[in-house]
């Protein structure tokens, strides 16, 4: 599976951006996709999931102003983030995981290679 993000920038608190992950190869395999973020000096944390049926999961820092969306006829996967905030800066990474288990809790088998997202006051 290969993932390519796109999206990421530089916008001002308040704004809004829409980051897009384009999978190819395997995805028969994917389950669940995923949005990571790692901010400098912190650990990586999941921003939001959703599997193969719609459900979703959001990190709670996020809840109310992102929204995770899934199109699995062109293999794609958004995050639309609105209302942004200065601790929203991180690398962003795409990810699918073909495990079973918790939303929350899945384990991410192929990783994209991240998309900058910058949040300016």
């Known amino acids: 599976v290969q993932l390519v993000e796109s999206g990421g920038g530089l916008v001002q608190a308040g704004g809004s951006l829409r980051l897009s992950c384009a999978a190819s190869?395997?995805?028969?395999?994917?389950?669940?996709m995923g949005w990571h973020r790692q901010a400098p000096g912190k650990e990586r944390e999941l921003v939001a999931a959703?599997?193969?049926?719609?459900?979703?999961y959001y990190a709670d820092s996020v809840k109310g102003r992102f929204t995770i969306s899934r199109n699995n006829a062109e293999n794609t996967l958004s995050l639309q983030m609105n209302s942004l905030e200065r601790e929203d800066t991180a690398m962003y990474y795409c990810?699918?995981?073909?495990?079973?288990?918790?939303?929350?809790?899945?384990?991410?088998?192929?990783w994209g290679q991240g998309t900058q997202v910058t949040v300016s006051s």
């Open positions: 990810a699918s995981s073909s495990s079973p288990g918790l939303l929350n809790k899945r384990v991410y088998d192929y």
């Open positions: 190869g395997s995805i028969f395999s994917i389950n669940t």
């Open positions: 959703i599997n193969s049926v719609g459900i979703t």
